[in-house]
């Protein structure tokens, strides 16, 4: 079975830097990406970027490119995002899901993650 | 960039049918995939790249794409069709996804 389980709910001051993990099992993660995507509430879905299970190469959305960074650790399965000097409009639910490659789309998803930014 | 224009919302009877339409610059010539983000739960892929049926779930949805309009039917509508809509597609210009924002569609 196909699971992707990312850590738990985070709360974060304006600044701060937070980090979600996502665990993988059920296939070869190293034949697929993993994308990471957000939604603020009340608003749609936002795709902020993607890492390759196999080499750890990244593509970033513009919006996010000079304040994130994606990461793989092979060994463990897990797929990492770190989003950095955050603001209060950065609070949302984050996803990671997983596609074949940075074309295809994503067939299977966390749970989510619900980061706030409060001061 | 590329962008996406989805109606916000949609309200239809059961048993009738719901179309969620998808606008963009010439999207025929992409291929477009759809998700149906229920309340409380992780977005779903409905449809394939590869073909216009979307695999896994009921015959009742459809996919189509022409021009500058992408349109995921569904007919028959139930209950459980409730659920916000996302149309998506690859950006090559920019080497990135882009979503619709999205169609709440609720059954009366």
């Known amino acids: 079975q196909i699971r992707l389980v990312q850590s738990g709910v985070e709360v974060k001051k304006p600044g701060d830097s937070v980090t979600v993990s996502c665990v993988t099992s059920?296939?070869?993660?190293?034949?697929?990406?993993i994308n990471w995507v957000r939604q603020a509430p009340g608003q749609g879905l936002e795709w902020m970027g993607w890492?390759?299970?196999?080499?750890?190469?990244?593509q970033y959305a513009q919006d996010f490119q000079d304040r994130i960074a994606m990461t793989t650790d092979t060994s463990t399965r897990t797929a990492t995002m770190e989003l950095r000097s955050l603001k209060s409009d950065d609070t949302a639910v984050y996803y990671c899901a997983r596609a074949p490659n940075s074309i295809t789309p994503f067939d299977n998803w966390g749970q989510g993650v619900l980061v706030t930014v409060s001061s | 960039s590329y962008v996406l224009t989805q109606p916000p919302s949609l309200s239809v009877a059961p048993g009738q049918t719901a179309k969620i339409s998808c606008g963009g610059l010439d999207i025929g010539r992409k291929n477009v995939h759809w998700y149906q983000h229920k309340s409380g739960q992780a977005p779903a892929l409905l449809s394939d790249?590869?073909?216009d049926r979307p695999s896994g779930l009921p015959e009742r949805f459809f996919n189509s794409n022409s021009g500058n309009t992408a349109t995921l039917t569904i007919a028959r509508v139930e209950a459980g069709d409730e659920a916000d809509y996302y149309c998506q597609v690859w950006d090559s210009q920019t080497d990135h996804w882009v979503f619709g924002g999205g169609t709440k569609v609720t059954v009366l």
């Open positions: 890492v390759s299970g196999y080499n750890g190469h990244t």
């Open positions: 790249v590869l073909s």
């Open positions: 059920g296939y070869n993660f190293a034949n697929y990406d």
